[in-house]
């Protein structure tokens, strides 16, 4: 079983992960997640105000906020890519739920290939509300196809360089296996899925016909045609199961 953790002032469990993100995120009993979108894409200091404000109107704690989709104008190398977290984790220690180096809160960050933003943004966002509703939630952070916690991501991605049918192939099922393992930290499965997003501008679509990929489509893939957010890598996917979406924004 995946190990998980508990964040109790947000009301929800975690699986560990790394500085910039856990690895995925599922209320407690007697919570559950719901999921926000903006309409558009609003750049990163905007969004954290417009969550915030978001936050307070629902009357919730900052603590609640446990999940986000981000959206940057290009692929970040390493260090690119470590600058920014230390960025955006700065927020999240502000509102005191980035402490003593853990983080709690979900995330992917997807960089589209088509109407890129300016500057990184926020997508989407989710919180714990209080539930009376029984059936379990949770929200797993993207993978892209590299073993996370290692001194680098380069020199673990899943066939590196390879775009090919087989390379692209290689790399689902390793993204599909990660998504399994975490899941299994909440007890759950492809069949408790509400809902799945692919991130990727290759050729994939072999992939859909094997095996593997079919135990994720019980509601179908949403594909975002953008690249996962480090150089080299070439596809990322996430997925919920969340019951209550909603839209922000004119």
Known sequence: MTHIELFEPGCYQYVPGVFQYSGGVGAVEGYAIERVRFQKPVPL???VELIDKHLATVKLPRAAF???????????TEAGFRAFNELYVGTLADWGIFRGGINPVARSNVCPEVNAPAEPSFYAFAYTVPADDPRKTFAISGSGGSVEGK???????????????????EKAKFVLSEMERRMAGFAAGWDD???????????????????????AALHGLTWHFARPPIVDLDFEMDCRRVFHEHVLGE
């Open 45 to 47: 200091q905007l969004g």
């Open 151 to 169: 001194s680098n991501y380069h020199d673990h991605i899943v066939r590196r360089g390879d775009t090919s049918p087989e390379g692209m192939s």
């Open 193 to 215: 899925v509400t809902a799945t997003q692919v991130y990727s501008v290759f050729d994939f679509f072999a992939v859909l016909g094997e095996v593997e990929a079919r135990r």
């Open 66 to 76: 446990c999940q986000c989709e981000l959206r940057s104008p290009g692929q970040f």
